[in-house]
T-cell receptor
Framework: GQNIDQPTEMTATEGAIVQINCTYQ??????LFWYQQHAGEAPTFLSY????GLEEKGRFSSFLSRSKGYSYLLLKELQMKDSASYLC?????????FGAGTRLTVKP | SQTIHQWPATLVQPVGSPLSLECTVE??????LYWYRQAAGRGLQLLFY??????ISSEVPQNLSASRPQDRQFILSSKKLLLSDSGFYLC????????????FGNGTRLTVT
C-alpha cells in the first residue's frame, strides 16, 4: 500500500520563502509529483522528481530523497496568488495516489 | 494540443436520483482516464481508472460506476445518489508511463440534497 503525509495548513508572508514537506511510503517507487490547487479549481501539475536532488523551476523548486521517503516543495518570493493547496502524489502502477494536501495562506 | 472537457460544472440532485457525468479528451490517443472525488476540505480519492476502451478498474466499492464507451470518453454514473456522494468530481487523463503527470478537467461540483 501507499501512505502519503503532508502538513494540513501553513501560513507565510508575501515575499518570504516557504517549504512544504511530504513523506511517503510506497511498495514501488516511480517518482513523485507536486500539484497546485486553487480553491474551487482543479489541480495543476507543478513538478516531477524521480532522482534524488533538487529540481528548480522558476520560483518553485522540488527536492527528493528516495532513501528517506521524503520530498519538499520550496516556494520563493511568495506572492498572494500562491495561496492554494499543494498536493504531493505518487504513481501506483497506472493510477496516481494523492496526499491530503497542504493549504498555504500567504499574508501581506 | 490536448484538451479535456468535463460537464456539467455544477449539479444539484435529490437523493435517490440517477447521475451521469461525462468527460472527453481531445488531441491524444489511448489516454489513461481517471475519475477522482474530493470532499469539502479533503484530499483526492481515486474512484476509477481506465487504460483502454471497456477496461475499468474500481478503487472504491460504492454505488458509482464508470464506463469508457470510446477511446477518449469516460462516464461516471449512479443509479441512486446518496447524500455522501456530494463532492467535487474530477476527470483526468495521462499518456505514457508512470512518470507522466495527470491533466485535470475543470471538475463538477455535485450537491446531493
Amino acid at each position: 500500500g501507499q501512505n502519503i503525509d503532508q502538513p494540513t495548513e501553513m501560513t507565510a508572508t508575501e515575499g518570504a520563502i516557504v517549504q512544504i514537506n511530504c513523506t511517503y511510503q510506497t511498495s514501488g517507487f516511480n517518482g513523485l509529483f507536486w500539484y497546485q490547487q486553487h480553491a474551487g479549481e482543479a489541480p495543476t501539475f507543478l513538478s516531477y522528481n524521480v532522482l534524488d536532488g533538487l529540481e528548480e523551476k522558476g520560483r518553485f523548486s522540488s527536492f527528493l530523497s528516495r532513501s528517506k521517503g521524503y520530498s519538499y516543495l520550496l516556494l520563493k518570493e511568495l506572492q498572494m496568488k500562491d495561496s492554494a493547496s499543494y498536493l504531493c502524489a505518487v504513481p501506483n502502477n497506472n493510477d496516481m495516489r494523492f496526499g491530503a494536501g497542504t493549504r498555504l495562506t500567504v499574508k501581506p | 494540443s490536448q484538451t479535456i472537457h468535463q460537464w456539467p460544472a455544477t449539479l444539484v440532485q435529490p437523493v435517490g436520483s440517477p447521475l451521469s457525468l461525462e468527460c472527453t479528451v481531445e488531441g491524444t490517443s489511448n489516454p489513461n482516464l481517471y475519475w477522482y472525488r474530493q470532499a469539502a476540505g479533503r484530499g483526492l480519492q481515486l474512484l476509477f481508472y481506465s487504460v483502454g476502451i471497456g477496461q475499468i478498474s474500481s478503487e472504491v466499492p460504492q454505488n458509482l460506476s464508470a464506463s469508457r464507451p470510446q477511446d477518449r470518453q469516460f462516464i461516471l454514473s449512479s443509479k441512486k445518489l446518496l447524500l455522501s456522494d456530494s463532492g467535487f468530481y474530477l476527470c483526468a487523463w495521462s499518456v505514457g508511463g508512470t512518470g507522466s503527470p495527470l491533466h485535470f478537467g475543470n471538475g463538477t461540483r455535485l450537491t446531493v440534497t
